[in-house]
């Protein structure tokens, strides 16, 4: 349960991949996904704490 920021970035960039490969026209929406998993990433290096 610790680690469930990792998971959800994980969960978001792959989500990116898999959309920006099989739907390149929904490119707002996507980037949006990846950008919140960038924050996520450097939310958890910043303060170094498990959320």
């Known amino acids: 349960m610790r680690d469930i920021v990792w998971?959800?970035?994980?969960?978001?960039?792959?989500?990116?991949?898999?959309?920006?490969?099989?739907?390149?026209?929904?490119?707002?929406?996507l980037h949006a996904l990846l950008v919140i998993a960038v924050i996520l990433i450097v939310y958890k290096l910043v303060t170094g704490r498990s959320v």
């Open 7 to 29: 998971i959800i970035v994980v969960l978001l960039v792959i989500g990116w991949l898999i959309g920006f490969v099989a739907f390149p026209d929904v490119g707002g929406i």
